[in-house]
């Protein structure tokens, strides 16, 4: 059995248990601690904070610069559509069934097998540099931000963020932004010439969201978006309302920065406007770059993805790619093909080893 044969069959054992073993977002513990035993079973020294885990190749030489590969061990909580049990790894038909086998259990566990074939390596060009982030599915504060916000990794050159593309190359992906408006106006009753509506005043905003286009448009992600997702006011049917909230959710892509796309909402809306935060980032990666052209080299396209990943808290180019199917995420009965496992580590393989082998 070859060394990319053995890490596949690890990989596919790994991907069980931690189907087998809850991990939704900010309960990550039990799974963090099955990838520490991972690392430990290897002799991989590895690192963690929380349920983040991070380690590096062997030779690691910080005059080199860094490639990332980067997945998440969090899930989302089973839909009530499921008819497995979404805790019971379940093979049948080629097929690996359980909660987070798609997204991204088999993404993390290729990519694991991929730094583990070239942890020993001494040829590399570059640092490999392995991180099982927490928190990702709701882009929570502790997560793979928490290891950039306090210098836990080095620098990094550039990433592959794991997450289900069929193993395409998601060569940019939308930033994410989430405005809460509040229309303000003065309350009154409402059978008489009293008051000024909020509601009426919040329309004429979210009219203007709803018509208004941003003029540059991104040659892979195309027209940036804004939806108007939640409203509220009013208290009884007698009184005009004199406030009225409502939500923006903006998927903002790499020509405007969230400053830009917030600084144009509050100078054409009359309602204030506040963001939730700025940090989940357009981002993308040159068609030019090494590890892109070492994927349409071996027959992978290329597009844009609309969904946000680790990806938004990267400052460093970045390659969104991974085994399985984006419409299995978050479905019932998810689940991936033994077989994108085994091809999702070759490509790996094949196009890490097109940029980091030294030549």
């Given at each position: ?296 080299k071996l027959g992978r396209t290329t597009y844009g993805s609309p969904t946000t990943s680790d990806q938004a808290v990267l400052d460093c180019q970045s390659l969104k790619l991974g085994p399985g199917h984006s419409g299995r995420s978050h ?29």
């Amino acid at each position: 059995m070859t060394l990319q044969q053995q890490l596949t069959q690890d990989a596919i054992v790994l991907l069980k248990q931690l189907i087998a073993t809850q991990s939704f977002s900010r309960e990550e513990q039990q799974t963090g601690d099955i990838l520490e035993e991972f690392f430990r079973e290897r002799n991989i020294p590895f690192r963690r904070k929380i349920n983040n885990l991070w380690a590096r190749n062997q030779h690691f030489n910080p005059a080199l610069p860094t490639v990332l590969l980067n997945s998440h061990h969090d899930t989302v909580k089973p839909n009530p559509s499921w008819t497995l049990n979404p805790f019971e790894p379940l093979v049948k038909d080629g097929k690996l069934f359980g909660l987070g086998s798609n997204d991204a259990g088999g993404c993390l566990v290729s990519l694991l097998a991929t730094f583990c074939y070239f942890y020993h390596r001494s040829d590399l060009s570059f640092n490999v540099l392995f991180v099982a982030s927490a928190e990702e599915e709701i882009s929570g504060v502790n997560g793979l931000e928490l290891l950039l916000k306090e210098n836990d990794l080095p620098e990094i050159s550039f990433a592959i963020v794991g997450e289900p593309t069929e193993m395409h190359l998601a060569i940019a992906e939308k930033g994410l932004m989430v405005v809460d408006c509040t229309a303000h106006g003065k309350a009154g009753h409402a059978a008489r010439e009293e008051g000024d509506n909020a509601i009426y005043k919040a329309l004429r905003d979210i009219a203007w969201i709803q018509q208004y286009e941003f003029p540059k448009v991104s040659p892979v992600l195309g027209k940036m978006k804004m939806s108007v997702t939640i409203i509220n006011a009013g208290k009884q049917h007698n009184v005009v309302p004199d406030t009225c909230t409502f939500t923006i959710d903006c998927r903002v892509t790499e020509q405007y920065s969230l400053e830009e796309t917030l600084d144009t909402i509050r100078q054409n809306i009359s309602s204030e406007a506040d963001a939730r935060s700025i940090r989940l980032k357009p981002s993308s990666i040159p068609l030019e770059h090494p590890i892109v052209k070492a994927g349409i080299k071996l027959g992978r396209t290329t597009y844009g993805s609309p969904t946000t990943s680790d990806q938004a808290v990267l400052d460093c180019q970045s390659l969104k790619l991974g085994p399985g199917h984006s419409g299995r995420s978050h479905t019932a009965d998810e689940f991936i093909y033994l077989s994108e496992i085994e091809e999702g580590i070759d490509l790996y393989i094949k196009m890490l080893g097109e940029v980091i082998i030294s030549k």
